[in-house]
């Protein structure tokens, strides 16, 4: 059997397979501790609450169900995505892991070698921050109070940096579309802030996302089919 035929085959119906089963199992653990306090324990909360935060949470994130598998599978692959919505810190870690992982080994995202290649850098991110978690839990307290304040204070800029140095990092490859991107969502973040959203229900950061998402991959295509009539007219 040949690798291509190897990867599709086998190697795909595996990892879905799996990762079906550990994602159900997932959900599972997810909603176990509120199953045995609500139906063994007994403190079940009032519908009416349930339904508030469901909305409230739904408003504020239910988005990210459908931008996230959609804008990062390009990257993360099929094993993963199954991984990485698993093990979460995906935008902060994952993503970040397996696009410098492609990036070294030299492989394009979205081919076979780059999901290979994807799915080793996540395991390895999930290996160190296990590490780093159970470190953290032990002995965070007490880092984080030897630490100076100026590097305490510095630390809560780390997440801001490190989706800049992802940008950055595509940007390279695709400057035209990274102004693109970057205009939409700059502009789509003042309109949110200017209370122009204000009229829709919930917090409507969620229409930020979509429209910086889909936005983006509509200006991408674009680019796209743009630079291959160039080509064309070039010949």
Do not use: H
Request: with cysteine; net charge positive; proline share 5%.
């Amino acid at each position: 059997m040949s690798q291509n035929n190897y990867f599709k085959n086998e190697y795909i119906p595996g990892i879905v397979k799996w990762g079906k089963i550990t994602q159900l199992l997932g959900l599972l653990l997810c909603f176990l501790p509120a199953i045995v306090v609500s139906f063994i324990y007994g403190y079940m909360p009032p519908f009416t609450a349930i339904l508030a935060g469901l909305v409230m949470q739904l408003s504020a994130t239910g988005i990210f169900a459908i931008v996230e598998p959609i804008s990062y599978f390009p990257i993360l692959g099929i094993a993963g995505t199954y991984m990485s919505f698993l093990s979460g810190n995906i935008s902060n870690m994952r993503l970040p892991c397996a696009a410098v992982a492609q990036e070294a080994a030299g492989v394009k995202i979205s081919t076979e070698e780059g999901s290979v290649i994807s799915t080793i850098g996540i395991a390895v991110s999930i290996i160190v921050n296990l590490i780093i978690l159970t470190i953290g839990a032990v002995c965070g307290n007490y880092i984080l109070a030897m630490m100076p304040q100026w590097l305490q204070t510095a630390l809560t800029f780390l997440l801001p940096a490190l989706f800049g140095a992802v940008f950055g990092q595509f940007a390279i490859t695709r400057p035209k579309l990274a102004v693109v991107s970057a205009i939409i969502g700059v502009g789509m973040t003042w309109v949110l802030k200017n209370g122009y959203l204000g009229f829709l229900p919930g917090t409507p950061s969620y229409v930020t996302t979509i429209v910086s998402v889909f936005g983006s991959i509509f200006m991408g295509r674009l680019l796209y089919k743009n630079e291959l009539t160039d080509k064309a007219k070039s010949k």
